[in-house]
């Protein structure tokens, strides 16, 4: 049986000392301990309880004073007689050897001195602690009396275990005392002053605690500076873990997987500046010798051709290289001067006395009692801050006196906020045909200010009260507007309420007087019966069977009136229809010559332009192609205005009545406003049509191409001529009358020659139209 097998589990290892072992665990080890022990050890002499005593005498020991403990006593406190003397008889292990060993400090140092090189003597520390105090006393040993001996020199004393049972063995780098199988059975330490000494060159461990270690194989402080390498450990395993005081680099288990070390200062400052041009992978020389990267300039070419070197990389160091890796030019980082930054202007202090005692509203406005805009919240939730007041300095408070939020003022002209329109929160109004501005429930809520309503029925009005057409063209005006509700009437007691119908189906009053009589209902069956205030006659279960009306109520007879005329009738309604007709006519050409009217200007101002280039400079070919489109749209417009016109007159009456439409009456102010708008929409296309083949005459290319196409204007405007003189003769009078004031008249003629409708309308009857249009001539 071994000693371990004796111990508790916690408690076998290695070489403990007996007083370190609970008295419990003690009581478990066999009586007859020197027995368990090997032969080598047997014949030490030594008792259980002895070493237990040396164990605990070492202990106490270790709690005096370091200079206590060692026994270095200055030499300047030394009696003369002693300071003389340079050591003392020291016995060894060895019977009857003894030595002279060293204690005063010049000696002690000079040993250290002597003995450590130069360029040896740095030593490994954790802040002011030695982490190996005897690394550079290899083969230094304990005497009897617990000192150590380096060198016939005393470097330190035994502080933990028995110094008689020590004496000769080795001491570690680390001041542990081994047996010579290598078990810890004491502690050692240095003298306060060749720890000092030591202390001198050191390399501090200490730095490396809390460093990371990254792919690199360095440890970076928390500044991301290196102050650190790794010397032993599998990089990978030890990429993102930190050092501790010591280097040792620790896993997740508590087990040392690395060991790292300081690295100079001198070698510090290397790894602390990057190289020039590391943060630009892939940089390259341009023609103008600058080095760019992103197109941004980070450096200039400081040796070789730019030109030479133009498109060459960059690398890490400014070397710019070629294929076969060999050094062609050098840069430098270099970055153009940024312009001056502007002095910052003095800060000006705003006056927000004026928001003083104004509260904010939902919208994070600050206002005051009338809604007027002061200020606007920049600061503070809105929410928590609505109905809350404002200071002198804008910032506004909690009832605790914390400032929850702040304001600033805005400019007097934002002082009445965003004004709405009219209609803006009545979505979806559009006009009906009676000109009212009605919701998509049907309620009455504007009416129209400018615009027809028959053309504008069904038309959506934006916020503003603005009716738009697809292009955004302003076609009428509203404005806000409620019919004025009728009074209410109070219900007067009918004079008949109450009383009752007698046999002969009248009633009377209290004087006999007859005040109505039976109008509806059988006169047996309402006889007797009441009379309710509506003048309804009831049952006794309150059902109606008749009524009674008032006598100034009941009509007298209608005296028939003479019957009119029906020609006369059937003439009036002609002329109403003709009014109407004329109307819709009217606003659907309007519309068409709004749109021609632009058409028609950049038509004549891109050939008056070519008019206007010398001849050897004008490109006809480019004249064609800018006006081609044009006249191409324009008679697009016109076709769409010819088909508008003719839907007008589904029924085919143009055909049916155009001989009766041929007389000389007067003409309504529709029609007249017809005339008006046919006028302008002739002259406008005709003006156009004849100014520019006046115009292009002299350009035998353009004329050849363009002078097929103005049929794509005038076949339309004279079909349009055409359907409104059929439908309304006099109109096309008076549009003859207006363009022969204009001198057109003869033209108009013309584009009704050429389209054959001036023989169509002489052949309805309508030759007088013709004539009216050629200014009043017969041919």
Known sequence: ???????????????????????????????????????????????????????????????????????????SQLPDELQTETGETAKTGETGVTRTVKEDTRSVLSTIRDAIPTDQRTVTVAGDKLLQPFEKFPGAEIDDEGKVIFNDASIGRVAEGDPADLAGHVIDAEGNIVNERGSIIGKAELNTIVAEELLKDTIDYGVLKGATVNKAGNLVNDKGEAIGRVVSGILKHLVG??????????????????????????????????????????????????????????????????KKLKGKKVDDEGDVLDRSGNTIGKAERWEPEPEPEPEPEEEVVIDKSILAGKRVNKAGNVVDTNGTIFGRIVEGDVKRLVGRMCDKD?????????IIGKAELVPEGEREGFKEGPFAELPGCTVNKEGHVVTPGGDIVGRLIEGNPKVLFGRAVDEDGDILDRNGNLLGKAERWEPEPEPEVEKKVGP??????????????????????????????????????????VDSKGRTVGHCSLIEDIPEPEVEEPQEDPNEVKAREQAEADRKLAQSLGAVIEQGLDRMRPICKMITGKIEKAERTPKEELDEEQLVKDVKPLIEEGGKILSELNGSVRALDPDGRIQRNAKHKSGTREATPEEHHLADVLKELTGAITETVEGAKRKIEDMPHAKKELNPLWGLLTEPLGQILAAVGLLLAGVLNLVGRLLGGLGLGGIVDGLLGTLGLNRVLDGLGLGSLTTALRGGKKK
Do not use: H
């Open 496 to 537: 008949m309420e109450g009383r009752k119908v007698n046999r002969k189906g009248e009633v009377v009053d209290e004087d006999g007087n007859i005040i109505g009589k039976l109008t509806t209902g059988e006169l047996s069956i309402c006889a007797g019966k009441e009379i309710d205030g509506d003048g309804d006659v």
């Open 394 to 402: 804008g910032n506004v408070r909690s009832e605790s006196g914390d």
């Open 241 to 306: 873990r930190k050092a501790n005081e010591k280097g040792e680099i620790w896993n997740d288990s508590g087990k040392v997987i690395g060991q790292a070390e300081p690295i100079p200062e001198t070698e510090r400052e290397g790894l602390s500046e990057p190289a020039p041009f590391e943060d630009f992978p892939g940089a390259v020389v341009e023609s103008d010798g600058n080095v760019y990267f992103n197109g941004e300039i980070v450096g200039r070419l400081i040796e070789g051709d730019p």
């Open 1 to 75: 049986m071994t000693l371990k097998s004796e111990l508790p589990e916690d408690l076998q290892t290695a070489d403990i000392p007996v007083s370190q072992i609970p008295f419990d665990a003690q009581t478990k080890l066999p009586t007859d301990l020197v027995s368990q022990l090997p032969e080598d050890l047997k014949t030490g002499g030594t008792s259980v309880t002895d070493w237990a005593r040396g164990a605990s005498e070492a202990q106490s020991q270790t709690q005096l004073p370091t200079d206590a403990q060692t026994g270095d006593i200055p030499a």
